[in-house]
């Protein structure tokens, strides 16, 4: 059974930093792709970020670009996403995702539906 567990959130004002962690246990992690999502209240769950066991290549939403960074410790089983410069509408929990395909296209990554297993969320707070 996969079990994914986020830590690193909190309270942090605007313009801040935070260093999201997922820690990966009941499968080969590094044959999955792994994503980081978000859901705001009263607000759709919407990529993050993205990046590939394959290749490493690493995908982001565009708010998150330039921002954010995504890696990953295979040796660890974990998946990282530091945060910096963040702003008060970041404000969410953050969740991270486990893609067990082989060949994901690029398009697919960025979709929640595609990803197998789900953390249990971590929330971030950023005051304005």
């Known amino acids: 059974q996969v079990h994914l567990v986020e830590s690193g959130g909190g309270l942090v004002q605007a313009g801040g930093s935070l260093r999201l962690s997922c820690v990966a246990s009941?499968?080969?992690?590094?044959?999955?792709?792994m994503g980081w999502f978000r859901q705001a209240p009263r607000k759709e769950r919407e990529f993050v970020a993205t990046?590939?066991?394959?290749?490493?290549?690493?995908y982001y939403a565009d708010s998150v670009k330039g921002r954010f960074t995504i890696s990953r410790d295979n040796a660890k089983n974990t998946v990282y996403l530091q945060m910096n410069s963040l702003k008060p509408e970041e404000t969410a929990v953050y969740y991270c995702?486990?893609?067990?395909?082989?060949?994901?296209?690029?398009?697919?990554?960025?979709?929640?539906?595609?990803?197998?297993?789900w953390g249990q969320g971590t929330q971030v707070t950023v005051s304005s």
């Open positions: 995702a486990a893609d067990p395909r082989p060949r994901p296209s690029i398009p697919t990554l960025r979709l929640g539906a595609f990803y197998e297993s």
């Open positions: 990046i590939s066991w394959s290749s490493g290549n690493t």
């Open positions: 009941g499968l080969t992690f590094s044959r999955y792709s």
